[in-house]
């Protein structure tokens, strides 16, 4: 057995121990107390990061919707647009087609204008030249033809022409209309 001199070196040195340990206890609780309000910290900005990434997410869901609806939107558009463009290809063919006929036509109104002047020419040294009054016919040779287009536009009263017209017979119907 220990004497009571050595028992209370013994307290002693225990007690020493329990205050160290007591300060070192001291000590930890202060850093744990510091560790968790930064961690409480860290908590919250991370709560409101996550609340601000929950915004962006909003955000960026809506902007991608509003894009896909654009994207569509020109999609659509390009499509209109091609049609469009192979309408007008269409129609510039039609167009270059439609000029080679009116070139073509031209062509064939030239020629007949030429014949016509040629029939002219040759009516006025046949028929012409042997009268000193020309004949009272038509272009196509018919003397009926004429008096009747000279009856026709002595006549000044619209509804006196309509009746002149419907006592005509087809037949002179069809010499006033071809003489024209």
């Keep these: ?5 050595e028992q209370l070196e013994d307290a002693l ?3 020493k121990q329990l205050e160290a340990d ?3 206890g001291t000590t930890l609780l202060n850093e744990a ?6 961690l409480k910290a860290q908590a919250v900005a991370l709560i409101k990061e996550k609340d601000a990434l929950a915004t962006d997410k909003e955000t960026l869901a809506l902007a991608n919707g509003e894009l896909t609806e654009q994207r569509d939107q020109l999609s659509r558009d390009l499509a209109t647009a091609k049609q469009s463009l192979t309408s007008a290809a269409g129609t510039a063919e039609e167009l270059t087609k439609a000029k080679e006929q009116i070139n073509a036509l031209s062509g064939e109104v030239e020629t007949l204008k030429a014949n016509a ?6 009516a006025a040294e046949r028929y012409g030249a ?3 009054e020309p004949l009272p016919v038509t272009p196509r040779g018919d003397a009926q033809a004429a008096t009747l ?3 026709f536009k002595a006549i000044t009263d619209p509804k006196e022409q309509t009746a002149f017209w419907r006592a005509l017979t087809a037949e002179q119907r ?3 209309l071809n003489a024209k």
């Design 1 to 5: 057995m220990k004497t009571i001199d």
């Design 13 to 15: 040195g225990r007690v």
């Design 22 to 24: 007591a300060l070192a």
């Design 33 to 38: 107390a510091k560790t968790s309000g930064d």
């Design 117 to 122: 002047k040629t029939a002219e020419r040759i």
């Design 130 to 132: 042997a009268s000193p």
């Design 149 to 151: 287009i000279e009856k």
């Design 174 to 176: 069809t010499l006033i």
